[in-house]
C-alpha cells in the first residue's frame, strides 16, 4: 500500500546504528533528566524512554533484564531507574518525557533541534517558565492568565510538595530579576 506510515523512524541508518543511537541518547536522558538533540531522534528516544520507565513501574525479574538490555550503563543507572524515577512516576499514567522544540543549533544544516526532558525532575524547563510567569505577573500586579494557571496547575500536580516548590521558584526568580 503506497503511502503508508512506517512503525517508527528510520533515522537514515541501518537497525544496530539506529538501536545503538537511541540506547545512547535514553543512556544520556535518564543520567542528565534533559538532552538536546534533533526533534527525530527526540521522538524516538521518547518512545524507548517511555518503555523504559513503564518497565520501572513494573519492577520484576522480566523488566529489569529489559532495562539492561535499553542502557549501555546499567550498573550504574539502574539504582537510579528502579529507585528515584519508578518512585517519582509512580502515579503517572504516562508522559514521563516532554520534547520541546527550539531552534536549529547548526545554521549550515538548520536541522530541527529538540531538548528531551523528563518532567517533575530538577531541570524541568516547564517549572521553571511557569515560575518565571508567575513572578512576572505578581510583580507586575496583574491577575495571572488562564495558560499561566493551567501550567501551575500541571507543573504542581505530581511532583510531591509542588505548591511549595513552585513558591521557592518563584522566589528565587524575583530575586534575579530585582
Keep these: 500500500m503506497a503511502g503508508g506510515g512506517t512503525a517508527y523512524r528510520h533515522l537514515g541508518r541501518d537497525s544496530a546504528h539506529r538501536q545503538a543511537l537511541l540506547r545512547n541518547l535514553v543512556t544520556s ?24 520507565i513503564t518497565l520501572a513501574k513494573k519492577n520484576n525479574e522480566t ?4 532495562i539492561q538490555g535499553m542502557l549501555f550503563t546499567p550498573q550504574e543507572l539502574m539504582p537510579k531507574v528502579l529507585g528515584e524515577l519508578r518512585e517519582r512516576y509512580a502515579d503517572r499514567a504516562g508522559g514521563c518525557t516532554r520534547v520541546l522544540r527550539t531552534e536549529p543549533k547548526d545554521t549550515y544544516s538548520q536541522a ?3 531538548i528531551l526532558e523528563l518532567v517533575d525532575g530538577p531541570k524541568d524547563m516547564r517549572f521553571a517558565v511557569t515560575a518565571a510567569a508567575v513572578a512576572r505577573d505578581r510583580r507586575m500586579g496583574v ?7 493551567k501550567n501551575v496547575d500541571k507543573v504542581t500536580r505530581y511532583r510531591p510538595g509542588g505548591k511549595q516548590a513552585l513558591e ?9 530579576a530585582l
Design 29 to 52: 536522558l535518564i543520567r542528565d533528566e534533559s538532552i538536546q538533540t534533533t526533534w527525530p531522534k527526540a521522538k524516538e528516544a521518547q518512545r524507548m524512554a517511555e518503555k523504559l
Design 63 to 66: 523488566s529489569r533484564r529489559k
Design 168 to 176: 521557592d521558584m518563584v522566589k528565587r526568580v524575583s530575586k534575579l
Design 112 to 114: 530541527p533541534s529538540a
Design 143 to 149: 491577575e495571572h492568565s488562564r495558560l499561566t494557571l
